[in-house]
């Protein structure tokens, strides 16, 4: 990555950060208008860069139209002032994610991903959200505490993220007269078989249940355990005196009927 191009990106995350800021739900005047204009032409920036260095032109209509839902949806998780919507596109969010983890070929962790978040952690935090939730917005919802600050962490660690992009090890890729030559060799047949040539769900199973299995059957019993222990912490005592009841003399034992 050229200079030109990190000050190009650093750029487009200064908008985006003050799209975002300007976003966030505040007291007073509401600023979400020119916060969502800005956080779109940050969005839109962003995409024709990635166009222009030539990411994802395996599948680019997948992958833009996928990057640009998971970042739009990202934003709106953080600036929506009402935490069901902020948990359902939470969800939405976790889907985009996943079909770009499809279009990279990572099918297993694409369908943990919808089963583990989409399907169990973000569903629950919806109905815990619904039913926990008081009458009436709370104060945190209506006004975002520090959210300049907020916003200059979060564009310090993706300008980190970003800056390091050059120092990536990049032993593993061969050199382009490598690559040609590779790409010109005739194919040949795998002398071990087609058992050897195998998914990435299988690969994955695989590790799991030859190299990992005790952690992985330690984690059941963890788990396990939390649920019991969970059962155990929220189940109801009932004190013996109500179990008991009033003691009443001979005589007006069933006599006497509560009110209903």
């Known amino acids: 990555m050229s200079g030109t191009t990190a000050y190009f990106l650093y750029a487009i995350f200064a908008i985006g950060g003050a ?27 962003l995409l024709v860069l990635m166009a ?36 359902l596109y939470f969800v939405l969010l976790v889907v985009a994610v996943a079909f770009l983890l499809v279009l990279q070929r990572a099918e297993f962790l694409a369908v943990a ?54 120092h990536l090890p990049d032993a593993a890729l061969p050199p382009a007269e490598d690559q040609i030559r590779l790409a010109q060799a005739p194919v040949q047949a795998d002398p071990a078989g087609p058992d050897e040539n195998i998914g990435n769900t299988e690969a994955v199973g695989r590790s799991l249940l030859t190299t990992y299995v005790i952690t992985l ?6 788990l396990l355990v939390a649920i019991v222990g969970a059962i155990a912490i929220v189940r109801k005592r009932v004190p013996a005196d109500e179990v008991a009841g009033e003691e009443k003399p001979l005589g007006q034992i069933g006599k006497e009927v509560p009110p209903f």
């Open 19 to 45: 799209g975002i800021c300007f976003a966030l739900p505040r007291a007073g005047r509401s600023t979400r208008t020119a916060g969502t204009i800005l956080a779109l032409a940050a969005l839109a920036l």
């Open 113 to 166: 991903l919808i089963i583990i978040y989409a399907g169990a952690i973000l569903v629950t935090y919806a109905f815990v959200i619904m039913l926990a939730q008081q009458a009436g917005a709370a104060a945190y919802d209506i006004r975002s505490r520090e959210p300049f600050w907020a916003v200059l962490a979060g564009f310090v660690t993706m300008g980190a993220v970003a800056g390091q992009i050059d």
């Open 52 to 87: 222009a260095k030539g990411i994802g032109q395996e599948y680019p209509v997948f992958f833009y139209l996928f990057s640009a839902v998971a970042l739009a949806t990202a934003g709106r998780v953080i600036t929506h002032p009402r935490p069901v919507y902020s948990a």
């Open 217 to 222: 059957e330690v984690a059941g019993v963890l």
